[in-house]
Each structure stands twice: as C-alpha cells, then as structure tokens.
C-alpha cells in the first residue's frame, strides 16, 4: 500500500493522467491505502491485431503484492471493462512483458488473448511485449 501510494504520488504519473478519454480507478484497503489503480486512455493509434473501433488502452494496471490473489484485479478489471463500455469502447488492449508469466496468466484469466508483439523501450533497453485485448 505505501509503495503504491508514493507511486501514485509522483509529479510525472499525475501528468499522465486526466483529460478526455482517460479513466483511472483506485481501490483502498480498510486503512485507506490505495492497494490497486489502474489507468486507461482512448487510443487513436492501435497496434497490429487489434481490431476495434473505440479502443481504450489500459495504459497502467497495478495490483499491490500484499493483496494478489485475492480478486483485487478482478474488480479492478471490472471497473475498467464498465468504464470502456460507458465511454463507446468495443475493445480493450494493454502490453504486458513477454517475460512476465504470472501478468500474462492474469490477463488470460481476465478473457484477454494475445494478439501481437510490440516491442518496450527501457533506456538503452528493448524488450518484447505483448500485446493482449479483449473484446467487449
């Protein structure tokens, strides 16, 4: 919770979020730490095997570790499925690391399938993506 909490505290990730098309979601724990938030954003430049419409990109979605596995991010994900409905979307897509099974597997769960590769710059860096969406 406080690890999220400075993460959503930080000046470049509040000027990332607002604006039109764009929706962000947060859940608390009975204390009032922020355990999970997620980010979505209307795109207009949609990758290869997308295929969609109205698209919103899950731009950010974070679960904190001390509540995985304890349908956190099914709610979440809930949230952001209505939030896409709501705002015209007929399709959600996210990147998600190749290297990252456990993510991968959420977002299966979730309905999400994999439809392309994209590449992630890191720095100096490149690493391979995902990409995954989900038919709404």
């Known amino acids: ?68 596995g304890r349908g956190v991010g099914a709610v979440l994900m809930d949230h952001c499925r209505a939030a896409a409905k709501q705002g015209g979307a007929d399709l959600i897509w996210l990147q998600v690391w190749s290297l990252a099974p456990w993510a991968i597997g959420f977002y299966q769960r979730m309905r999400f399938a994999i439809v392309g590769k994209k590449p992630f710059y890191f720095g100096q860096r490149v690493d391979e993506d995902h990409v995954m969406a989900l038919a709404l």
């Open 1 to 68: 919770g406080r690890r999220l909490a400075h993460a959503l505290s930080e000046r470049t990730e509040a000027r990332a979020i607002g604006g039109k098309g764009r929706a962000v979601f947060g859940v608390g724990d009975p204390a009032g730490w922020p355990s999970a938030y997620a980010h979505m954003s209307a795109t207009d430049e949609i990758p290869a095997g997308v295929d969609g419409h109205g698209a919103m990109e899950i731009v950010r979605f974070y679960v904190d570790s001390a509540v995985q």
